[in-house]
């Protein structure tokens, strides 16, 4: 999976630089390579950031009828850039997606100075759209583990190690709070075997790697799906296959919770990835500090994390509403 994504980060990489003014296309070779080499991002990133870099000088080159020279950028005005954001605006282009890639425009901008090319005030004297604040929608302990318990599945005419496996990649999320590309980036070795360890090595956002523990009961899991596995799983190998023995597919893991879904009777919110928010959002009311939290799920800032006490204050709110025999007077 990691050559494919660095095939697909040189790819557009090179579709960037295509597009752009041979001195433009020189600032951004210096910038690619900075990102990759020097703040080491992951292949994926550098994609993102390429990709969307590629999109704001794309909507620049049709305002001004060609392809934006360094002069050009140097020139820019504040107005150009709120057209720029305008354009994506109109092509129905939400607020979380214009304001990645404002960061990413901003982030060639900071290389610019940097490397005494020129300024491009202009993309930071402009305030990115704001994005509407939305809280975390965790699933309740009981349905979170009606979720990822094997005996859920009973009757279910599917074949028993796709069962096995369906349950052991749902328990890990919500046992670990992994985000679904972390759980199906590990390889065999990654997990260990039953009275043998109780700790993973995760891969995330940005190439970052942090412990995470794992529940006994979910190593377990994952053990008896690993024994009833069809399929070789070789120690670099993926840890969980999909039907015909390659990498399990996100859309598959999607697709079991939705099936999930209505034989329990859950909403749509209830995904995989509300299984990372039920796990930070039941450590919070259980008593977890924000500070760990933060550790486990890997977020870069606690103003990130921070989300998760809105979400468990709410939960009070409402028992203390629905409970509280003075709640509804007045």
Known sequence: MASTDAQKAERAERGLLAGAAPDVAAALTGWLGRLGHERRLAAKTREAYARDVATFLGVLARQIGHPPTMADLAQMQPRDVRAVIAARRAEGIEARTQMRFLAAARSFGRHLEREGLGKVGALTAVRGPRIPRTLP?????????????????????????????????LALLYGSGLRISEALGLMRRDMPLPGRGDQILVHGKGGKTRMVPVLASVIAGIDAYARACPYDLEPTGALFRGAKGGPLSPRVVQLAVERMRGALGLPDSATPHALRHSFATHLLGRGGDLRSIQELLGHASLSTTQIYAAVDTQTLMAAWKAAHPRATST
């Open 137 to 169: 929608r965790p699933l309740t302990m009981a349905d979170a583990r009606a979720l990822s318990d094997p005996a859920t599945r009973a009757g279910d005419a599917r074949e028993p190690w796709i069962l096995a496996r369906d349950a052991a990649v």
